[in-house]
């Protein structure tokens, strides 16, 4: 809880005496409502929390389907576009190394608060349970940077991207941000690149809507492939087709040492 301690310093100062007591009425009365994990205080403080769903069969994998509103999505689809990356129709992809633009560390920081909060809101006696169970071990949430690399992707109606996992160049840790249009991402474990046509491998699949934040670390880093097959009858939720329009996705990941 020293974390929290230090969040509520900062939003109401240092208190002693008589503020002291009153920092502990404040604390008393917004945390009765919810003194199972604390979810009624971080809302009073910092506003509505976000809804974070832990996609099960694959740990290390957690899912915010909430995590930009409309407005957001807008502002952040602006900047994206401001950059000039896709001005030209051949022009697909963009990478940055090091020095991110100002909205990608404004994004990297929401990212920041966003599982901090919910760490702390809805999954503070998980993470006493097993890291497994947290949004985002704390060994990486607290790295300096948070995130160091970007790669902003623009995929057409029917455009994908193959199964594969990110190249070990990169932390654990990895943060994905969807915009336009909602699509079925498939995760499937890297022991089944020896199945064939009759044993199909066992395939995981997870909505991302736009305006998502998806979290991969750990075995859902590194022991599971991911892919996104937009060629029709493979976008598919719920038994209905999913209609695809232009997506845009960010990809937020840290620079591994390379002393």
Partial sequence: MDELKMILTEAFGDSSNSEGEEEEQFLHVHSVENKVNGKALIRSVFGETHNWERISEIDGLWLCKDFL????????????????????????????????????????????????????????????????????????????????????????????????????????????????????????????????????????????????????WGEARYLWKHEINRKPGFQIWQGQEIDQKKR???TLRKLGRTD
């Fill in 69 to 216: 509103s409309p407005d957001q999505q807008s502002k952040l689809l602006s900047s994206i576009q401001q950059e000039g990356w896709f001005a030209e129709s051949s022009s697909n992809q963009a990478m940055r190394f090091g020095d991110l633009p100002g909205w990608a560390v404004e994004l990297s920081r929401s990212i920041h608060e966003v599982i901090l909060f919910g760490s702390y809101a809805a999954e503070l006696e998980n993470c006493e349970k097993g890291k497994e169970a947290c949004i985002f071990p704390q060994d990486l949430l607290w790295r300096e940077p948070l995130f160091d690399q970007l790669i902003a992707n623009m995929y057409q109606p029917g455009e994908g991207i193959c199964a594969h996992v990110d190249l070990m160049r990169f932390e654990d840790g990895i943060a994905i941000v969807s915009l336009d249009s909602s699509c079925v991402m498939h995760f499937s474990g890297v022991e089944n690149e020896t199945c064939t046509a009759q044993d199909p491998p066992h395939k995981v699949p997870v909505l991302l809507t736009p305006g998502c934040l998806i979290l991969m």
């Fill in 248 to 250: 845009i996705s960010v």
